[in-house]
């Protein structure tokens, strides 16, 4: 079974704070990709990584970075939260040439 | 511009009813298209995609080229079948692997 794991269910973040979103694969997969969840506005793309150390913007890519130092890991970064980036944020990762992605759970980020 | 169309954010049917939920595309080119779903509490997983051709839980999806539709169809709806589902579409863009994700429709299917 593919996994796709995010360090945290939930988390709770005072405005201004720099925050960190983990996610790790275990089925080395090249492509990996963060999606934020809004009720209403579906899934709308932030980020994507096709390799290590490659990245490319999504449709939404303002306020936040990611890093790619490892295969199996990609992370999010806030670099100064706003309430505005409360939301669900699912990690996925797709094998190339597979186009089926694979979701984390999911981590709730309440911006406060 | 590529973009996903889910036309209805609720559709509520009772048990044993047929249900269609609705998805509408622009792509310029062939386009890869998915349903995705997310049953309460659960992580979100791919329910079917267009060139499996397959049926997955009773649903079917065909791809419809002149009307640029991929709706999801069910003769019977179930209690089961609520949950949240996406239409996606492959994009374009340099990894060619991206997602493009419709807004969703919440499916309530109640006895």
């Known amino acids: 079974d593919v996994k796709v794991t995010q360090s945290s269910r939930y988390l709770v973040k005072r405005t201004g704070e720099k925050v960190f979103l983990e996610c790790v694969q275990d089925?080395?997969?090249?492509?990996m990709f963060w999606y934020r969840q809004d009720p209403g506005l579906g899934l709308r793309l932030i980020y994507f990584?096709?390799?290590?150390?490659?990245?490319e913007k999504g449709d939404i890519p303002e306020g936040y970075s990611v890093s790619r130092e490892k295969k199996e890991r990609f992370s999010l970064i806030l670099e100064s939260a706003s309430t505005n980036q409360t939301s669900m944020y699912l990690c996925?990762?797709?094998?190339?040439?597979?186009?089926?992605?694979?979701f984390g759970q999911g981590t709730r980020l309440t911006v406060v | 511009a590529q973009r996903v169309t889910q036309p209805e954010k609720l559709l509520s049917v009772f048990k044993g009813a047929p249900v269609e939920l609705k998805c509408n595309y622009s792509?310029?080119?062939?386009?890869?298209l998915f349903w995705y779903v997310q049953y309460s509490r659960q992580r979100l997983q791919l329910l079917l995609r267009?060139?499996s051709r397959e049926s997955i839980k009773g649903f079917t999806a065909d791809l419809n080229k002149g009307e640029t539709s991929f709706h999801l169809k069910k003769p019977f709806a179930q209690e089961e079948d609520s949950a949240m589902y996406y239409c996606?579409?492959?994009?374009?863009?340099?990894?060619?692997?991206?997602?493009?994700f419709g807004k969703g429709t919440t499916l309530s299917v109640s006895s």
């Open positions: 089925m080395d997969h090249e492509n």
């Open positions: 990584s096709y390799d290590v150390k490659m990245k």
């Open positions: 996606a579409l492959k994009g374009a863009n340099q990894a060619g692997t991206a997602l493009i």
């Open positions: 267009h060139i």
């Open positions: 996925a990762s797709s094998v190339n040439r597979n186009t089926e992605a694979f």
């Open positions: 792509y310029s080119g062939s386009p890869e």
